[in-house]
């Protein structure tokens, strides 16, 4: 079972007066978590089984639903939800950075080095100090990290080299640390709405976008472009949060509960994640033609864009404690 972060004694007690007439002492309390991803995405089915455990562990103290498939909206709609009270969890990435720009971390490029490097961070006193600041800053609490795979390249040309992306118009979410990082690479960052993305690729309005395996394999990517390149330049991961007055606005004994539900739901996520791993990979590279390039050269020409981060709050900090962590391993 994960520890940690995700096991450390709370922050100091917030008024529960945000979440309304909600009653979080009473016998049975019922919490909307959301997931924007299909049911039988590996993070959705991760926070079902959390669902499941808390309720358990609880002993039907809570009843948890999940609604999956973004029909609460999208994670920044649900995020902000999570701060009005009005969604109690969900599972979030990079969209955080949004609401605390400091926590452009959780999605750099290049930050991370393998998976290894991320579970070291996130059991240990960096992961703790990520999660007091998200309170502080947000009033979101995450409560476990869930792996997912890294990001890849998906182009209509190969791509063997950095050389080789000079130009491309490469769609990338609206994140700052994206947008400047394929800058930096040479490449033509294209913020784009994700449903575009297919058809963007389709007709060739963009040369190539990047994702990881489970996205590309789910809407089919390796219909509209022929080639991936393995960059794991983001190795990913993403939290289940929950809005932090909530979680202390209930006894003890069901916060216990739903840390040792999120803690075993992590664990659960390692073992669905790797079978869905072994299916898309053996899809995609069945239907692409697969390179590897040495990625040494991209993150020596990345290597200054977290310099135009360092003026937020706390980023400077965990960014180079990350670094540290990858050193010390």
Do not use: C
């Not at 009653?23 to 049975?28: G, I, K, N, P, Y």
């Not at 609604?67 to 902000?80: K, Y």
């Not at 490469?170 to 449903?195: D, K, Y």
Request: aromatic content about 8%; charged content about 25%; glycine content about 6%.
């Amino acid at each position: 079972m994960k520890i940690g972060l995700w096991s450390a004694a709370a922050v100091a007690a917030l008024s529960v007066a945000a979440v309304g007439a909600k009653d979080l002492r009473a016998d049975t309390v019922e919490l909307t978590f959301a997931s924007a991803y299909a049911a039988d995405d590996h993070q959705s089915m991760s926070v079902e089984e959390f669902a499941r455990l808390a309720e358990e562990y609880s002993d039907g103290r809570l009843s948890i639903d999940v609604a999956v498939g973004g029909v609460l909206g999208g994670e920044r709609d649900v995020a902000e939800s999570i701060q009005l009270g009005t969604v109690d969890g969900a599972v979030l990435g990079g969209i955080l950075q949004n609401f605390d720009p400091a926590m452009a971390i959780l999605e750099f490029p290049f930050l991370f080095r393998d998976e290894e490097h991320v579970r070291t961070v996130m059991d240990g006193e960096i992961g703790d100090r990520i999660r007091d600041q998200l309170v502080e800053t947000t009033d979101i609490r995450p409560l476990t990290y869930i792996m997912r795979t890294s990001r890849q390249l998906t182009t209509n040309e190969p791509v063997e080299s950095l050389e080789d992306i000079q130009g491309m118009n490469i769609r990338v979410p609206e994140m700052q640390a994206h947008l400047e990082t394929w800058s930096a690479l040479g490449a033509n960052p294209t913020p784009l709405a994700f449903t575009e993305v297919y058809t963007a690729l389709q007709l060739g309005t963009v040369d190539g976008q990047e994702n990881p395996l489970g996205v590309i394999h789910a809407n089919r990517f390796h219909e509209v472009v022929d080639y991936l390149a393995l960059t794991d330049h983001l190795v990913g991961f993403m939290l289940i949060v929950m809005n932090n007055d909530t979680y202390e606005g209930l006894d003890p004994e069901v916060q216990e509960a739903i840390d040792r539900a999120a803690a075993e739901a992590s664990e659960y996520n390692d073992e669905i994640l790797a079978e869905q791993r072994a299916e898309w990979e053996e899809v995609l590279f069945d239907a692409m033609t697969v390179t590897r390039p040495d990625t040494q050269e991209w993150r020596e020409a990345a290597e200054g864009v977290h310099e135009g981060f360092l003026q937020h709050e706390g980023f400077e900090e965990l960014y180079f404690a990350i670094q540290d962590a990858a050193e010390d391993r």
